[in-house]
């Protein structure tokens, strides 16, 4: 059997009807983990009925581990070793979904329900992530096939169910499991490709961090004719707080939380990328932003700022009066170089030398940033992989702008880190009318076909070329110290 007839068979599974099948099944599962009281019955069942019967078959042992931190949100972790002395991949998916918001759908389509309209598969976690999970998993199944059961390499899958609302417990079953989880390469895929028509790789996320501006200044309201003049009101003091952190056209004003110069490798891997265009995308502000950078080195390459919601008084039924209280909900998106552990005490301290002191600061969900070096040789064999295949070559993007549970992989377990997105960016992920696009989906099984076959020819000398290689430059760094 030949890599072309191997990559033939895993897109013969969608023009067969057999992917969608079982696509269909899994999209009717309703894993909403953000509604894991009423989900968590799903949320297994996902688990039980159609990840671990999937597996078997292949030579997967597998095993169901509970949630230390949440017990309805299961996970499962599965191996497949062939021999310990071959490179080990690790790959990753997550099986939970946002709620459905079925009300909000339009006509003809339902969440829990796969509908077909052409190219466009239409159901809630189509793109994210049963889609995606469910082609690296039928691309490793027709590799096995087309190798009579040896790949060349061990696999190690983790399943989580609760990405969604931010994947609790997944650092404490990584820390409770490094050892089950050990791996040469981590491969995954998630998020969107940068174009619907050009395969992309990704080597991390940006980090993210929620936070909350708060000023609660009385308990109740007071008149804003008798009283206007003389009270301050938290709404305005809190505009002027988030003005003197970001400016009117969205440049961030605090050094801290800015980041250093784009490295090289970095610019030099977006030189070719180009952001939006697509027929469902925005149209970008060509003002917004840092000024003096790309759109992709803006939402790749650097850090933002964004006002995520604002609350004071009733704005469904304004009355006049002066508000007790007020909220904003910020997000800080920050890429390598910016430290997830520095933006609380930089904020704070801006804030009070700002003269912001009573503003209250109250933090929610948060990610490190990661990003594996684009000169690394994980990216030039994948990239070589990716190409062989499809005749192009793909967008490297060295981070995504969105997050992900990336930080877990590359910093706890220390892996090289490589993301392979089958959706695109109007996919309507996490929105009414999600939806995985059929020639994408059709790419995607190509290209993981083709990179599992290449992993198992070249693998191994790859990882001991990369050891070598990583073992000269900390020589090399050492000796420049001394």
Known sequence: ???????????????????????????????????????????????????APALAPLGFAVQRVANPVDARLPMLIAQ?????????????????????????WR???????LTVEGDRWYGRGTADNKGQHSINLAALEQVIAARAGRLGFNVKL????????????????????????RADLFLASDGP????????????????????LRLPLRERSYHSGNWGGLLANPAVVLANAVASLVDERGRIRVEALRPAAIPASVTRALEDIEVGGGEDDPRIDAHWGEPGLTPAQRVIGWNSLEVLAMSAGNPAQPVGAIPGRAQVWCQLRFVVGTRLDDIAPALRAHLDAAGFGQVELHFG?????????PDDAWVAWAMD????????????????????PNDIFAGLL??????????????????????????VAREGLAVMAGLFWDLGESGAALRTARAAALMDARAVACEARS
């Open 1 to 51: 059997m030949s890599r072309a007839l191997a990559v033939a068979r895993a897109q013969r599974v969608i023009d067969s009807g057999a992917f969608a099948a079982t696509l269909a099944r899994r999209v009717r599962c309703a894993t909403e983990s953000e509604n894991a009281d009423q989900a968590a019955p799903a949320l297994q069942a996902y688990l039980d009925d159609e990840i």
């Open 80 to 104: 497949r070793i062939e021999s310990p002395a071959l490179p080990t991949v690790l790959m990753y998916a997550h099986g939970d979904v946002v709620r459905g918001h079925a009300a909000q």
């Open 107 to 113: 006509d003809g389509l339902a969440p829990w329900a």
């Open 158 to 181: 983790l399943v989580e169910m609760g990405e969604e609302a931010g994947s609790p417990g997944l650092r404490e079953v990584c820390e409770q499991h490094r050892e089950a989880l």
């Open 193 to 212: 490709r940068v174009q619907a028509e050009r395969p992309t790789l990704f080597l991390g996320s940006r980090g993210a961090l929620n936070f909350e």
């Open 365 to 373: 969900a948060s990610a490190e940033a990661t990003r594996l070096d």
């Open 385 to 404: 992989s990716i190409a062989r295949t499809t005749g192009r070559r793909p967008a490297l993007l060295p981070n995504l702008g969105g997050s992900l």
């Open 414 to 439: 220390g892996l090289p880190t490589l993301w392979v997105p089958h959706s695109y960016p109007a996919c309507a992920q996490h929105a009414p009318n999600e939806h995985l696009l059929a020639s």
